[in-house]
Nanobody, 119 residues
Framework: VQLQASGGGLVQPGESLRLSCAAS????????MDWYRQAPGKQRESVAA???????NYADSVKGRFTISRDGSKNAVYLQMNSLKPEDTAVYYC??????????????WGQGTLVTVSS
């Protein structure tokens, strides 16, 4: 089982980006999918989280600007980022808690995708 993230890039302040992350492999179920980010010189922090059937949660710094969503049919999670600011610059990682077909619980991380917000 693996996670593949995509969608990062270089944008100007105020612009938007949409990140995608898809899980593939022998998946039985996915309990939750989250987005984290790590800026240069800083610790990794939670950005947005969504559990199966639950309400999304956001870091205060992104509330009102970012939206997390899931597509269960594609085992995917998305992060729509609007009104981007330079302080949003970071490597963004997706995380998922997956129960495999072999009934093994795995906590997986995607490879990270770089978002740079700069004029």
């Amino acid at each position: 089982v693996q996670l593949q993230a995509s969608g990062g890039g270089l944008v100007q302040p105020g612009e938007s980006l949409r990140l995608s992350c898809a899980a593939s492999g022998r998946i039985y179920s996915i309990n939750g999918m989250d987005w984290y980010r790590q800026a240069p010189g800083k610790q990794r922090e939670s950005v947005a989280a969504i559990a199966g059937g639950g309400s999304p949660n956001y870091a205060d710094s992104v509330k009102g600007r970012f939206t997390i969503s899931r597509d269960g049919s594609k085992n995917a999670v998305y992060l729509q980022m609007n009104s981007l600011k330079p302080e949003d610059t970071a490597v963004y990682y997706c995380n998922a808690r997956i129960l495999t077909l072999g009934r093994v619980y795995e906590d997986l991380w995607g490879q990270g995708t770089l978002v740079t917000v700069s004029s």
